[in-house]
């Protein structure tokens, strides 16, 4: 399949290139306002208890909690009259709006005033209910708040809520596009420095290139049948850049191998697809199945990355599988032009054009020198990354909010202002929504009473759910237990107290709602016995029911991506060793960079380094995600090593010293283009922690610090070391399993054809037909013939 793809590639290759061209702009234009119609949210569960309490108390009770604040501060103090009608007139406007159900204000609602005055007295609160889904509220927000925020008359109003989302879009969008600007210059001067041409420099940006492009595309047009993450966009679009720069570069330079080893450009082109393009579309389908796991999670945060996940691994595999071919054709030899290094080898007194010795390496010597001290070496490295990963099993986690913007941010300003100086729970609230209760307020003010003597609660509101004449009755509002009487309930207009059906407790408390405490507090609420069914919302419950849903996903998500990856490395490997060691390793190195995230952004350790605030946990989507993405990315790696190492091992005589040998051979001949892809992928991702959204660069750093252990702890030092201690037993798998891997395995053969290749004319005077002769005449060689062909390659190469 791979021959043929290549085949046609080469044999239209302008055809080729015009059509990419076209689709590039195409997805371009298309593309290019994809962000417009992606969504803000997607950290929370549709079936979740606090979404479900949400959604009863905006249907069926009218109500619901503020999401829109309006920090008001005055130069004459929040009485004063200039205070007064700034906040009258911004409330006036509010409630004209169609898109706000409710508004509350220090100077306009005196029931609520105690609620919305700073401790000290420094400022006050307005407060509103924007309605709209993840995609549309913070935009409605942001909208309204335009014309009434900034500085008048001496007083000041900031915004804050709601319209962080909207922040958190804006923000995010623009630190990206500076990273890709950062990426790419510096990604084209390695690249240079890798190949040493100016012109295969250019190739991996263009595949990287067209996969962003590709990916803004898809994404335009999966946000018309689903929600998608805007998040999604900003990730992929660098994970596009990073895979094109990968998949070209293994490619490209087995192209240029192949150049050297005498083939013809048409010979190396089909040779490096059936190999390196082997290696790519592997990588692909591990990556792939990766990141098709987070579609087991129930936010659609994840799903996003899944579907966009899928389809920028796709447009970079099949981009370096037929563009590349299609442009290697064409430029032939020019691939080696432009050498940069050139000059400073005739300066050096060295040959022009270097014959790589795999015995000569550092690679070499390296693996002759872990495997000659084997057991002492894997025993400290295996400990050192568990030291460095041993923070992990003391992680926390919770959903992001305003502090993850920079301290320079308007809402982040304002949520500082409501953690630290409003103590009546101004900075979140539980609801406590009891959706059939049809008693009187006898029953829910015993409730509330017994509510507002959990710890940390400040205040407990019942609202009654039923209407009269429109106007919704305050039945009682308790203070802290033991300061003071409750007080009477409101009557009715015509002091008729109609019976309820359906009501809800507003529940004020003192604590984050993202931390322990709100959870401890949060249990302790669910434990106080109630008159009817109570759903609990509010961002501490909300956050409590998105963990439990993750979690809970989470055994069924490392199942399928640990039995996905076993059985593709045993369809390449024919060992079942081998796959459980991959897993085992690939699982201690991400232990390693997770522990490295808990100390650096929940513990806070060199966080004025990366400017970030530490809130004390770590956003658990990104968490996983980072989990599913790497685990995919490191089997990258582990099969352009082991489809090296295998070649070696085949044309031995498989005892333990030609192992060793094999080990040594494999990682001398990988050793320079995984260190150059990994150092490549590590800019790209290194680039986003500029970010001043702390959960990006918790991704940024993350998978920088991933992809560098993966490349050079693991793979240089680990690999050879316990391959070399289990010696034969590496490539040993029971005997039905050999069997069916012998009939259905993706191991690779090298057609007698290719070395002939080498003598043939150019490739567009080989017509069709004597190409299908002579593969014709390949397919009836002898096992042996194939042998002797496998093994000079793998010499050759």
């Avoid at 169609?98 to 005033?113: I, K």
Wanted: with cysteine.
């Amino acid at each position: 399949m791979l021959s043929r793809l290549a085949s046609a590639a080469i044999r239209f290759p302008r055809s080729v290139l015009v059509g990419t061209l076209i689709v590039m702009i195409a997805a371009g234009v298309y593309g290019v306002s994809v962000s417009k119609y992606l969504s803000g949210g997607g950290f929370t569960t549709s079936n979740a208890e606090s979404t479900r309490a949400a959604q009863l108390m905006s249907d069926k009770l009218k109500a619901g909690g503020a999401n829109l604040i309006l920090l008001v501060t005055a130069d004459d103090g929040i009485d004063s009259p200039a205070a007064k009608a700034r906040a009258v007139d911004i409330v006036d406007q509010l409630k004209k709006s169609a898109d706000v159900s409710s508004v509350q204000s220090y100077w306009t609602d005196p029931a609520a005033a105690s609620g919305l005055r700073a401790d000290d007295g420094s400022s006050a609160l307005i407060s509103a209910r924007i309605g709209g889904d993840d995609r549309n509220g913070p935009r409605t927000a942001a909208a309204l708040v335009k014309p009434i925020t900034g500085t008048k008359d001496g007083v000041t109003v900031r915004a804050g809520g709601i319209v962080a989302s909207d922040e958190l879009n804006h923000r995010i969008g623009k630190d990206l596009f500076i990273a890709e600007m950062i990426a790419v210059p510096i990604t084209a001067v390695l690249l240079l420095l890798v190949f040493g041409s100016f012109v295969a420099m250019w190739l991996p940006l263009i595949i990287g290139v067209f996969s962003i492009f590709s990916t803004m595309a898809i994404l335009r047009l999966m946000s018309e049948v689903t929600d998608v993450s805007t998040y999604a966009l900003n990730m992929t679009t660098g994970m596009g850049l990073a895979l094109g720069i990968d998949y070209s570069l293994f490619i490209v330079s087995r192209y240029r191998e192949e150049l050297t080893n005498g083939l013809s450009e048409r010979a190396a082109v089909i040779r490096s697809i059936e190999t390196a393009g082997r290696t790519v579309l592997f990588s692909a389908v591990t990556v792939a199945l990766g990141l098709a796991s987070l579609l087991v999670f129930p936010v659609y945060f994840l799903k996003s990355f899944a579907y966009a996940g899928l389809a920028v691994v796709a447009a970079a595999a099949l981009a370096s599988m037929l563009v590349l071919p299609a442009a290697l054709i064409l430029l032939g030899q020019w691939v080696n032009r432009l050498d940069v290094r050139a000059p400073f080898r005739k300066m050096l007194g060295k040959p022009e054009h270097p014959v790589f010795v795999p015995e000569k390496s550092l690679w070499y010597k390296t693996v002759n020198f872990v495997t000659r001290f084997a057991l002492p070496i894997a025993v400290v490295v295996i400990g050192l990354l568990l030291v460095i990963g041993s923070p992990f099993l003391s992680a926390r986690f919770g959903s992001p909010d305003d502090r993850a913007l920079p301290p320079s941010s308007t809402a982040r300003q304002v949520g500082d202002v409501l953690r630290d100086k409003y103590s009546h729970g101004a900075s979140g609230s539980v609801s406590a929504v009891l959706p059939s209760y049809t008693g009187d307020s006898t029953a829910i003010g015993a409730y509330a009473a017994e509510l507002s003597r959990v710890k940390g609660v400040t205040e407990v509101k019942s609202i009654d759910g039923t209407y009269v004449d429109g106007t919704r009755e305050v039945t009682q509002v308790l203070p802290p237990a033991g300061t003071g009487a409750p007080i009477p309930p409101q009557q009715a207009p015509g002091g008729a107290r109609p019976k309820t059906d359906g009501t809800y407790l507003s529940i004020a408390t003192s604590y984050d709602p993202y931390s322990s405490d709100a959870s401890e507090q949060l249990d302790a609420l669910r434990d106080v016995k109630a008159p009817s069914t109570v759903l609990f919302g509010g961002q501490a419950a909300s956050n409590q029911d998105v963990i439990t849903a993750l979690t809970g996903k989470l055994p069924l998500a490392i199942a399928l991506i640990a039995t996905s990856t076993f059985i593709l490395l045993f369809l390449f490997t024919g060992s079942i060793a081998l796959p459980i060691k991959a897993i085992v390793l690939n699982t201690l190195s991400l232990t390693a960079a997770f522990g490295a995230m808990v100390w650096i952004f929940q513990d806070g350790h060199g966080a004025s380094l990366l400017d970030l605030t530490v809130t004390g946990y770590l956003v658990p989507t990104m968490t996983i995600l980072m989990f599913c993405l790497s685990f995919g990315m490191s089997m990258d790696y582990e099969v352009f090593v082991l489809s090296r190492v295998r070649e070696e091992w085949i044309k031995s005589h498989r005892t333990a010293a030609d192992n060793t040998h094999a080990l040594a051979m494999g990682l001398a001949r990988t050793g320079r283009i995984i260190t150059a892809a990994a150092a490549l992928m590590a800019v790209v991702f290194f680039t986003m922690v500029t970010s001043k959204v702390s959960f990006i660069q918790l991704f940024g750093l993350g998978m920088t610090l991933t992809v560098l252990v993966d490349a050079t702890i693991i793979r240089g030092i680990l690999v050879p070391a316990l391959m070399r201690l289990m010696g034969r037993f590496n490539w040993w798998a029971p005997k039905p399993l050999t069997w069916l891997h012998d009939r259905i395995g993706l191991t690779e053969e090298t057609p007698p054809a290719i070395h002939r290749e080498a003598a043939k004319p150019p490739a567009e005077e080989v017509s069709e037909e004597a190409t299908a002769s002579e593969d014709a005449e390949d397919s009836t060689s002898s096992e042996e013939s194939k042998t002797s062909e496998n093994d000079k390659a793998s010499a050759d190469a």
